[in-house]
């Protein structure tokens, strides 16, 4: 499958089905039929609808979408997005409030790079603008990278994040979601070794594999069952000649799309069903919640093949963070070195891609750390999405979030309660 072919036969049935939907609503939508009231013509106009709507988001990088916050004083402040450090695979971005007093919290959120923009932890983003001055990664889709840039594999991944770091200085608080987490702890302990004086002060990971077997799921079931030559074989494409990363081998997201979709299909299969219905009957709208879920989720982005591979040999195959023998350009990161940064890990109870037991395993591997600056939670009742986006992080999990992140700024009274109240 590592050819051109494949790669634009996938976007070709996408472009399909995304002129089939938009041909259905055309033709449903002729006035002449009109005077044929038959409910089948409004529906075959919505099925057309939604399907046009489904399939053209996999191609589009949705917008932030935020525009302005609420913060403490009671204003609106307007929000700008400005770009700190531009690569060539990701950049550093800034949500820059304007007009608000200067934030005492310096916090860098690293979105993960697993399918999906950066966008997708846009609620994340907006429950935590009114508290913080936040900085965001936003990985770039590789399809629009030219080959002469060079590789991006997850030691790349781990430097560019030693450099976001340096660059936001040590009274930054660094929170890691999902996939990211295993890689932004490898980053810490590399700053530690390397350049203490560039540590961040708190490090807060969020339902990432830091060790995946520590409790197996679907995830990490695949990753054990297949070879890492079948895994190339069958997932790894070559960018087409419609993109300007044309040649580049990459895991395309719209694979990654149907594997998604694959793991709960008939749930998303009646979400599907049940808006058809809604667009049919005029109950649906442009902003309602299936739109927002899904003009977000069915959003997706190509991964570079190196970046793919390397993320299931070395950390779900090899295990190398778990057994603390993560080597980077060269050098073995020793995550026991991690001896001042604070460390807290968030789990969802119900999470079934990074299981209870994986993300916090991250807290044995730091030996160099006493207790006092150790914390974790477990959340009852929430999925993987829930702990960073959903009820459970808005409610329970971001006050806690924060509180740890003013316990450990040095600057915490001295009533406050320990960095590790709430520990497992």
């Not at 005077?35 to 988001?57: D, H, I, K």
Request: glycine content about 6%.
């Amino acid at each position: 499958m590592r050819s051109m072919f494949t790669y634009d036969m996938m976007e070709t049935m996408r472009n399909t089905h995304q002129w089939m939907g938009a041909s259905a609503k055309a033709v449903a939508s002729y006035p002449m039929f009109a005077m044929l009231p038959n409910p089948a013509l409004r529906w075959f106009e919505a099925w057309g609808e939604v399907t046009e709507r489904s399939f053209e988001r996999m191609v589009v990088k949705p917008d932030w979408g935020i525009h302005s916050v609420t913060c403490d004083d009671g204003r609106d402040h307007l929000v700008e997005v400005e770009t700190v450090i531009e690569r060539p695979f990701g950049d550093l971005i800034h949500f820059n409030v304007s007009g608000r007093e200067p934030s005492s919290r310096k916090v860098l959120l690293v979105a993960p790079m697993s399918g999906h923009y950066a966008t997708l932890l846009r609620s994340t983003v907006q429950s935590l603008l009114g508290d913080v001055d936040l900085y965001v990664t936003d990985w770039h889709n590789a399809r629009d990278i030219p080959v002469s840039a060079g590789k991006f594999d997850i030691e790349d991944y781990t430097l560019y994040l030693v450099d976001f770091m340096r660059e936001l200085g040590p009274d930054t608080n660094v929170i890691a979601v999902c996939q990211p987490a295993p890689l932004t702890l490898a980053a810490t302990a590399y700053l530690a070794e390397q350049d203490p004086d560039a540590q961040p002060r708190s490090l807060t990971l969020i339902g990432g594999p830091i060790d995946p077997e520590a409790t197996p799921t679907e995830v990490t079931d695949f990753g054990a069952r297949v070879t890492m030559g079948q895994l190339e074989q069958s997932m790894i494409q070559r960018v087409g000649f419609k993109y300007p990363g044309v040649g580049r081998l990459v895991y395309p997201g719209l694979l990654q799309l149907t594997s998604f979709m694959a793991m709960n299909a008939e749930r998303h299969a009646d979400a599907f069903k049940e808006q058809i219905s809604r667009v049919a009957d005029g109950s649906a709208s442009d902003h309602d919640a299936h739109n927002r879920f899904y003009d977000e989720y069915l959003a997706v982005m190509d991964m570079t093949a190196e970046f793919y591979l390397s993320t299931v040999e070395r950390i779900f195959k090899n295990n190398e963070i778990a057994k603390n023998q993560f080597v980077v350009d060269g050098h073995k990161v020793d995550i026991g070195k991690i001896t001042s940064v604070a460390v807290k890990t968030v789990e969802g109870a119900n999470d079934d891609i990074s299981a209870p037991g994986q993300c916090v395993a991250a807290l044995d591997l730091c030996t160099g750390l006493p207790d006092s600056k150790k914390a974790s939670h477990l959340e009852p009742g929430a999925g993987h999405y829930g702990i960073f986006a959903g009820k459970s992080w808005r409610n329970n999990i971001r006050p806690l979030v924060l509180e740890f992140i003013d316990a450990n700024s040095g600057t915490a009274s001295k009533t406050r309660k320990a960095a590790n109240k709430n520990a497992a």
